[in-house]
């Protein structure tokens, strides 16, 4: 037996009459789950009567760190028959053209933004570090800039990059660390506790899979070795997947993300751009277009030192990403007509997997 109460659930999550038993999800492979719930570990699938019901997902398809309930089967897949609500959510603008939103994460504390101090190829940098804030931000949980691989610069470049990343995040804690040496892991003590969850989020090659073993203190995940001239490494990790720690801590590790499309971002815009926000409104003319205007005030504070030039095209990629992405949720029924046509299709491919499974094994 689990006590699924160390993964975090409370019972308040758990609307009146709701039936089935809680769970949360570890990882998402296509249509099938892998659960973990007071039965143990499991595996699930989605009931379709309940999220494609009448031609349209009547709840939220499961990602992982998701709250669900289940009828339980200790012969085969269980049922997923619900997805409770979320108290964060992280998506981001799938790369697969036609898709539209996709879920990364759900119901973490801590989002830890991760980039790394190489020699020779600079992993850090600012204009990814923003767009991964802007997206942290608008999931709802609390947002950790993790600066890795300390160990590959000397103290006095290290608070230089320490204090650029703090004038760009405008309030977020940033800790510069060494997965490899120990060096300022004890400083992310507070965000290690017993049934919180965090998300770790950066590029390949920036260490998160050793952070996770030095979080852990032994050695849970495989490392890529990284190539000098460039910076970059292998995946390690292949798919988006929860990991208890023996500590009590969670971690949802995600596969490195050459690049992250902005979904529906405007709070978390808001919220990393006020310094470029707050000079928004206020042009000689209401449609300014920002560029060559007279009474522009955008270029006055450029050219004043109020923003800098770098941060407004940062801000003005963003929204742009961010717009686009609306564009199709405002086709949200042919969006989720064009999941559930996929989901089906992974369903019977996963059905004609256990039926030639089955067969083999007579």
Aim: glycine share 10%.
């Amino acid at each position: 037996m689990t006590d699924i109460l160390t993964y975090g659930f409370t019972p308040a999550m758990l609307p009146l009459d709701t039936q089935g038993a809680p769970a949360r999800v570890t990882a998402a492979h296509k249509d099938r789950y892998e659960l973990v719930c007071e039965f143990g570990v499991c595996f699930g699938r989605l009931k379709t009567s309940v999220y494609y019901g009448g031609g349209l997902c009547l709840e939220e398809f499961p990602t992982v760190g998701d709250f669900v309930t289940l009828n339980y089967n200790n012969r085969g897949d269980s049922q997923i028959i619900k997805t409770l609500e979320r108290k964060s959510f992280f998506s981001r603008f799938d790369p697969t053209p036609g898709r539209g939103e996709q879920a990364v994460a759900a119901n973490f504390d801590y989002v830890f933004i991760i980039q790394a101090l190489n020699q020779g190829y600079k992993s850090f940098n600012i204009s990814r570090l923003t767009r991964y804030l802007t997206a942290a931000r608008q999931s709802g949980a609390l947002p950790v800039i993790v600066l890795n691989k300390a160990d590959l610069v000397d103290a006095e470049e290290r608070a230089g990059y320490v204090k650029e990343a703090e004038k760009a995040a405008r309030g977020v804690s940033v800790y510069a660390v060494s997965a490899k040496t120990g060096y300022g892991m004890d400083s992310l003590g507070e965000y290690l506790k017993p049934s919180k969850t965090l998300v770790f989020l950066g590029s390949s090659g920036v260490g998160k899979s050793s952070l996770v073993n030095a979080a852990a203190g032994e050695e849970i995940m495989t490392t890529g070795e990284v190539r000098e001239a460039d910076g970059k490494g292998r995946h390690t990790t292949t798919h988006r997947q929860l990991i208890m720690l023996s500590s009590g801590v969670m971690i949802i590790d995600t596969p490195g993300m050459r690049s992250l499309g902005m979904w529906d971002v405007s709070d978390g815009l808001s919220e990393t751009f006020a310094d470029v926000e707050r000079y928004l409104g206020k042009c000689k003319f209401s449609d300014c277009g920002h560029r060559s205007e007279p009474g522009c005030a955008i270029k006055s504070a450029v050219e004043s030192g109020g923003i800098t030039r770098e941060r407004w095209n940062s801000y003005q990629q963003i929204k742009g990403e961010s717009k686009s992405a609306a564009k199709y949720a405002e086709d949200k029924i042919a969006y989720l007509r064009n999941q559930k046509e996929l989901h089906k299709k992974w369903g019977k491919e996963g059905r004609i997997r256990d039926k030639a499974a089955r067969k083999n094994s007579r």
